[in-house]
Nanobody
Framework: QVQLVESGGGLVQAGGSLGLSCAASGRTFSSMSMGWFRQAPGKEREFVSAISWTGVTTRYTDSVKGRFTISRDNAKNTVFLQMNSLKPEDTAVYYC????????????????????WGQGTQVTVSS
């Protein structure tokens, strides 16, 4: 079993920045690929970003490319999502998730690839 705990959400003005963290426990973190998803009010949960277990490969949805950066610190069992130039349409509950293993490739953009999920953290961007 893997436990994921997100932190760092909050309220920010458009154009501002926020950093999210997700601390993992329960399994060897360095062997797990990680992802961030979000769900806006009235919408389905969608893929935001993912990072391979080594940290070498990252993926982003088109709407956040150039603004968001995913990274990980395997020594601290933590994955990060730095969000810059935030827009009101980035408002959502952000979820950290893990496939539970060394998953690679486009499958990282699919929710079905992820076995464990955090509780989510709210990000609100005001205009």
């Amino acid at each position: 079993q893997v436990q994921l705990v997100e932190s760092g959400g909050g309220l920010v003005q458009a154009g501002g920045s926020l950093g999210l963290s997700c601390a993992a426990s329960g399994r060897t973190f360095s062997s797990m690929s990680m992802g961030w998803f979000r769900q806006a009010p009235g919408k389905e949960r969608e893929f935001v970003s993912a990072i391979s277990w080594t940290g070498v490969t990252t993926r982003y949805t088109d709407s956040v490319k150039g603004r968001f950066t995913i990274s990980r610190d395997n020594a601290k069992n933590t994955v990060f999502l730095q969000m810059n130039s935030l827009k009101p349409e980035d408002t959502a509950v952000y979820y950290c998730a893990t496939t539970g293993g060394p998953t690679a490739g486009p499958i990282l953009q699919r929710q079905s690839a992820y076995k464990y999920w955090g509780q989510g953290t709210q990000v609100t961007v005001s205009s």
